[in-house]
């Protein structure tokens, strides 16, 4: 059985993912994030912040698999992909985009 969770995000996405840990709405690790992060117009040094800050969390399985959706922007796929964060592996889901767990 697969369980999933639902978690809205925001713009400033460091604040959800701190009220889930401080208030243990978890108990057990997140290992794909499907959403939009609100990066397409972002600057690099930004993007850098939020994968820095994803990349560091620990309540992540080994691999956290991202699929962005159209407001994140292709700069902040190709950033997941071409830098150092060994835990992150973006995908660039569209329309019609099927997700088999």
Known sequence: MIRVEICLLTNNIVLPFQNIRENHFLDFPISHIIGGFHLASASDKRIKITLEYL??????????Y??????????????ANTT???RIKAFNPSVGTTFHF
């Open 55 to 64: 990349n560091s969390l620990n309540m992540f399985n080994d691999t956290l």
């Open 66 to 79: 991202l699929f962005p959706i159209h407001c994140s922007g292709e700069k902040f796929i190709e950033m």
């Open 84 to 86: 150092s964060y060994s």
